[in-house]
């Protein structure tokens, strides 16, 4: 398995090699320079090399270099996500074969509170077993920690971004 979490390898454009006002510049006019020729793949194609052995079709993400299935292979937090979409659909489906009338919205923190407190209300209510409403809280904490993970990250990012803007107008 890859260990190069951080691997900025192939097609990067806009988050180039720091070069300060420039790079600052084209954040603010949302014109970034015409990006090196850094590979083969058109700018808005994830390019990353698939399985079959050819370059990754899908459009990137929007503000990265791959798409939504590649980037999660590189970035922790993001792969934590697309692996809660697919629990997302699990614990619908499991609460569905309890026969229960709970719908499971684990998108938001108010949502996925709103589904705890009705399957502890079933639990209670001898509904579904302990171990059912186990199963449904694993993929509720999974869903919280995801949630909390893209946060931070988002935090960060910003912050990384007034920093450099802010050296950058110190410097001009
Ligand atoms: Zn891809």
């Not at 934590?80 to 074969?97: H, N, P, S, W, Y």
């Not at 949502?111 to 209670?124: D, H, K, P, Q």
């Amino acid at each position: 398995m890859s260990e190069n979490i951080n691997a900025r390898d192939g097609v990067v454009e806009v988050q180039a090699p720091s070069t300060g006002a420039v790079q600052a510049l084209a954040q603010v006019t949302g014109k970034p320079r015409r990006a090196r020729a850094a590979g083969s793949a058109p700018s808005n194609l994830c390019g990353e090399s698939t399985k079959a052995g050819g370059a990754c079709r899908t459009p990137k993400m929007s503000g990265r270099s791959r798409c939504r299935f590649h980037e999660a292979q590189h970035d922790p937090a993001l792969g934590a996500l697309v692996a809660t979409d697919r629990q997302r659909g699990g614990a619908i489906r499991t609460v569905r074969e309890f026969g229960l009338d709970i719908p499971v919205d684990l998108s938001t923190p108010e949502s996925t509170r709103t589904v705890a407190e009705r399957v502890a209300g079933a639990v209670l209510a001898g509904k579904i077993t302990a171990s059912q409403a186990q199963a449904v809280s694993t993929l509720i904490t999974a869903a919280l920690r995801a949630t909390e993970a893209a946060v931070t990250r988002d935090l960060e990012e910003l912050e990384r971004r007034i920093e450099e803007e802010l050296e950058a107008r110190g410097r001009g």
